[in-house]
């Protein structure tokens, strides 16, 4: 039972380079969200959907980029990396229904130099 | 603005005692209140959650209290084992705006054997 995958588990990037964090889900889950984590701000919303086609954003949405074709999936994308965005970048997901409970990847830790 | 307050930052227990960790929001419209626990290079996990119609929440060696009148709610951790040390999350969230969790900044409990 996979749960939530994430990948890659590391990056490194240069300032200005793009990318995509992956993120599948394999429990038909409608809602899934992106958190990212830095030490003592404990875990922020980046940006979440409640359904294939439906994005929107959360607290810290700048500089990143979602989509949702599938239920499965919720690529983040970085469009222009910032050192601001070194952290650690955790998908979730869970069903629909709210207040339940939500499953997590086991993160992505990313460093931009 | 931190809509769920979070404390201690962090906490230092022998084994066999008692955690506590307290949690304060603002926003009444939140109903649902559960906490995760994080171990190193893991994602959080679901460890035991509350609505606001009860006052108290038991599982095992874990309880939460919760005091809607005071927007307070607590976690304690009876008998505390060296396993239990790993960072524990309050979050809450609000039905009626999808559900986001929304978190607070987390505790590192170290349990000493």
New interface residues.
């Given amino acids: 039972n996979a749960g ?1 995958t994430q990948t890659p588990k590391f990056q490194v990037l240069k300032t200005g380079q793009s990318m995509t964090l992956q993120c599948a889900q394999d429990m038909n889950h409608e ?1 899934m ?1 992106w ?1 990212r984590q830095d030490p ?6 980046i940006h ?1 959907s ?1 359904g294939a086609g439906i994005t ?1 954003q ?1 607290e810290v949405p700048n500089g990143y980029n979602v989509s949702r074709s599938t239920t499965e999936d919720f690529p983040l994308r970085l469009l222009s990396a910032a050192p601001s965005q070194t952290s650690v970048y ?1 998908c ?1 997901s ?1 069903a629909r229904l ?2 339940t ?2 499953f ?4 992505t830790r990313l460093t931009v130099v | 603005q931190q809509q769920v307050k979070q404390s201690p930052q962090s906490l230092i227990v022998q084994k066999g005692g008692i955690s506590i960790i307290n949690c304060a929001y603002e926003n009444t419209a939140f109903d649902y209140f559960p906490w995760y626990q994080q171990f190193p290079g893991k994602g959080p996990a679901l460890l035991i959650a509350i609505r606001p119609d009860v006052s108290e929440k038991k599982e095992g060696r874990f309880t939460i209290s919760f005091n809607k009148s005071a927007k307070q709610f607590s976690l304690h951790i009876m008998d505390s084992q060296p396993g239990d040390s790993a960072t524990y999350f309050c979050a809450a969230s609000n039905g009626g705006s999808q559900g986001n969790l929304i978190f607070g900044k987390g505790t590192k409990l170290s349990v000493k054997p």
């Fill in positions: 939530v809602y969200s958190y003592g701000m404990g875990l922020r919303l979440y409640v929107d959360g955790f979730a869970r709210q207040n409970e939500a997590f990847g086991q993160g």
